[in-house]
């Protein structure tokens, strides 16, 4: 059975870095589109950070660009979220989903795979 699963969350301060990390396993996620989403209590889920794994395509959501950046190590399936310069605003429970289409996407509604989610928080 296909499984996404994500690491790397934590208890950090305004300021500082964190990776997260997204490992497929049990099918293979090559040519899949692979996104970064996260959600704050109370808050809907909101989209971060996409990358097409087939066309290297890249988009991240206005609110981390610059500071946040995807990418991908097909030879390990892997994803990763590098995240810098945190934000109290960053914090939220990240999730990684995977599209069966090419094409990174913004929506939550084009990924067909989801992972448990690791928890995120930013203190100030």
């Known amino acids: 059975q296909a499984q996404l699963v994500e690491s790397g969350g934590g208890l950090v301060q305004a300021g500082d870095s964190l990776r997260l990390s997204c490992a497929a396993s049990g099918r293979t996620f090559s040519g899949y589109a692979v996104g970064w989403f996260r959600q704050a209590p109370g808050k809907e889920r909101e989209f971060v950070a996409a990358?097409?794994?087939?066309?290297?395509?890249?988009y991240y959501a206005d609110s981390v660009k610059g500071r946040f950046s995807i990418s991908s190590d097909n030879a390990k399936s892997t994803v990763y979220l590098q995240m810098n310069t945190l934000k109290p605003a960053d914090t939220g429970v990240y999730y990684c989903a995977a599209s069966r289409s090419r094409y990174a996407s913004e929506l939550v509604a084009s990924y067909n795979y989801w992972g448990q989610g690791t928890q995120v928080t930013v203190s100030s």
């Open positions: 990358i097409s794994r087939s066309t290297s395509s890249i």
